[in-house]
């Protein structure tokens, strides 16, 4: 499978635990995208990486979320103290070079109990 | 601040009939959209892009049309099919590399 993969798939976890997410991109693909999504809405913007730079995270997201892409190929999106309200979907998504599509793995349920 | 919205959370068509759903978005600086697909439980899927130089860009059963004007974006779904009932969402960049999604339209194919 060449696509965007993710893990795991799911994720069940107690309120205040930390857990921590996995993306592999497309291979050479330097655009790298983490988004959140919750039911009956569309993907909220986490934060963007060019190669292993993080260009932009969103005001949103709080201090307990943290994303690193150290090689530039893989990332992880880790989560601390969880809380109910982190339960949604998290997308990954990449992209190549310049403005051009970006595509999605089939993200990461997470529910917080 | 940003945003991208869309004019109708559902849709309902016949199987046979065209679909049209519409996006506005807010912000002039964007140069670069995107249509995508979302089955449930799946991530987006790519459906057809447009770059701000372009009025309507055709793809197979798809179009979509841009009016940088007003800052409306349609996608047109020719000969709508059952499996076309999926959740479609227009996204833009506001600037190099990001992209920010509306909430989306859910489109319901009737047999």
């Known amino acids: 499978d060449t696509g965007v993969s993710q893990d795991p798939r799911h994720k069940i976890t107690k309120r205040g635990q930390n857990v921590t997410f996995r993306c592999d991109p497309i291979s050479e693909h330097n655009r790298l995208y983490w988004y959140r999504q919750t039911l009956g809405q569309g993907p909220e913007f986490l934060t963007y990486?060019?190669?292993?730079?993080?260009?932009?995270k969103s005001r949103l997201l709080s201090d307990r979320f943290s994303a690193e892409r150290p090689k530039g190929s893989f990332s992880t999106l880790e989560i601390q103290r969880t809380e109910q309200g982190d339960s949604a979907m998290y997308l990954c998504a990449s992209g190549g070079q310049g403005d051009t599509e970006a595509f999605f793995g089939q993200g990461t349920r997470l529910t917080v109990v | 601040g940003e945003s991208v919205g869309l004019h109708l959370p559902t849709l309902s068509v016949q199987e046979g009939d065209n679909s049209i759903i519409n996006c506005a978005y807010s912000?002039?600086?964007?140069?670069?959209f995107i249509w995508y697909k979302q089955e449930s439980g799946k991530g987006p899927q790519f459906i057809i892009d447009i770059r701000s130089n372009m009025d309507k860009r055709q793809g197979q059963r798809v179009t979509v049309l841009l009016n940088k004007t007003v800052k409306h974006l349609s996608l047109q779904i020719a000969a709508t099919q059952p499996g076309d009932s999926a959740v479609y969402f227009c996204?833009?960049?506001?600037?190099?590399?990001?992209?920010?999604f509306g909430q989306g339209t859910e489109l319901s194919v009737k047999p």
């Open positions: 990486f060019q190669n292993e730079a993080q260009l932009e």
């Open positions: 996204a833009e960049n506001p600037r190099r590399g990001k992209l920010i």
């Open positions: 912000n002039s600086a964007s140069d670069y």
